[in-house]
């Protein structure tokens, strides 16, 4: 069986001949690790934590047995030779893991080649926001809105004459996010701000609050508030003086793809929305099929998926407010007679339900069950984009699709083959994969919004 892991890709760097390079990814951890080896010495790397090497306290090797420790951090492995690997099991503190390292010439590193770098291609104005939200608390945000520059080789060679442009407002998805959607060091509002300028389209994107220049109360934030500091940061777009009021929409991705047409629904001035990967089922319903979705892409056979879909059902649905001692109840009532590794394999192990009680006690997740597309989406008069990528196992693109077109008619609804949720082609769709994958957004995802945006402007 599979497991659920998070790895990273390889950046190709000079090695001395003499010296010699293997990798291994902790499962258990997320981690890369590297071995250094050469005649005389043995160091440890953890690359995605930092670039500097991790000296051996003592090391050995005799015959085809590999043994090493690294006091400073609590490390020890032995490792046995079969052809050109090294296998064998690692610990550090509580943790122990069989663990195997493959020969490279590379030490890991993540690359990121759609990432822009200064100087960009668009010229950028800074968009501030103050304002005091429904619940009085006051609320300043600050983001980038990148402009269109007229460029030999423009897909928008009106580009030249023009003194205003479409533009759209990025909203990013659930949890604190910068204004590039920063994710794994993937930088996804970023690459498609860049990606829209070519084509003639300003972009506004924002630190969420409390993230980066923006600040704001969060504790007591949930899905409708932060649709509160969209609308205001879309108004306040709304009198830059690059930006065509009469081409304004708003956009998001996953959260951010409910809150654009939350917007939308009370704000007419918006002249369209986009949702990347948005919902149009329930809260509850896009994390049971969420849950289902991750795992059964993690080979997680059916009788424990049914035993794990069980289980989170009705910790989901459980009152607010209840205590671990409840939830751990729960969880031990699904999981009698599975075995420790099989409790494990779904997440139902130690620790399970002092973790559900802290997720579930949270404003934020307890106004995100109930949510429901229904209540805003029939309400949206303005042209729709909706998206999703067909490999998509944290918002599953046919419900959702499904369930938009119906409560929106007008909307234009797509399900992009071979993408996952952050629109990266990828194979399984897991989250697991996302730190694995070099493209940050794939082009066709990106193109279809700007074609929207001028099929819009042309229809005008």
């Not at 990967?277 to 991750?294: E, P, S, W």
């Amino acid at each position: 069986m599979k497991k659920i892991t998070a790895t990273a890709l390889l950046l190709c760097m000079a090695l001395a001949a003499q010296a010699q390079w293997y990798t291994a990814m902790s499962q258990k951890t997320g981690l890369v690790l590297c071995l250094h080896l050469t005649d005389s010495n043995v160091s440890l790397y953890s690359p995605l934590q930092s670039g500097d090497p991790i000296p051996a306290s003592k090391w050995s090797l005799h015959g085809d047995t590999l043994r090493m420790e690294c006091s400073s951090i609590g490390f020890k492995a032995t490792l046995a030779r079969h052809d050109s690997t090294w296998t064998g099991t690692w610990r550090q503190g509580l943790l122990k893991e069989a663990v195997t390292f493959n020969p490279t010439d590379t030490l890991f590193q993540l690359r990121r080649p759609q990432t822009p770098q200064p100087p960009y291609r668009f010229d950028e104005d800074t968009v501030t926001a103050d304002y005091t939200d429904s619940q009085g608390n006051r609320v300043h945000l600050e983001g980038s809105l990148s402009i269109p520059r007229g460029m030999p080789g423009t897909h928008a060679p009106r580009l030249r004459q023009q003194s205003t442009f479409p533009c759209i407002v990025l909203v990013s998805g659930s949890g604190q996010q910068n204004r590039d959607e920063e994710i794994m060091q993937h930088k996804p509002f970023l690459v498609l701000a860049d990606y829209l300028a070519s084509r003639g389209i300003a972009v506004l994107r924002y630190d969420d609050r409390g993230v980066g220049k923006s600040t704001g109360a969060l504790d007591s934030a949930d899905t409708w508030l932060f649709a509160e500091d969209a609308e205001a940061m879309f108004l306040a777009v709304s009198a830059n003086k690059h930006v065509d009021r009469s081409r304004l929409g708003i956009g998001g991705h996953s959260e951010g793809g409910a809150i654009a047409p939350m917007v939308a629904a009370k704000n007419k001035e918006v002249r369209f929305v986009v949702m990347m990967a948005g919902q149009g089922c329930t809260g509850l319903d896009v994390l049971l099929r969420q849950n289902d979705a991750i795992y059964r892409a993690a080979d997680v056979s059916d009788s424990l998926l049914a035993i794990r879909t069980a289980c989170m059902r009705a910790l989901l649905t459980m009152p607010a407010g209840s205590s671990q001692k409840e939830y751990k109840a729960v969880i031990d009532r699904h999981t009698t007679g599975l075995s420790k590794e099989q409790t494990e394999s779904i997440s139902l192990g130690r620790g399970t339900a002092a973790a559900i009680k802290q997720q579930l006690g949270s404003r934020w997740m307890q106004s995100f069950l109930v949510l429901d597309p229904a209540v805003y989406l029939p309400k949206v008069q303005c042209p729709v984009l909706a998206l999703n990528g067909s490999k998509d196992c944290q918002v599953l693109p046919r419900p959702n699709l499904d369930r938009i077109k119906t409560l929106c008619p007008q909307a234009d609804c797509r399900e992009l083959p071979g993408l996952n949720h952050l629109f990266q082609h990828c194979e399984t769709g897991s989250p697991d994969e996302y730190m694995l994958i070099e493209e940050t957004f794939s082009e066709e995802a990106m193109e279809a919004i700007a074609d929207f945006i001028f099929q819009l402007d042309s229809a005008d």
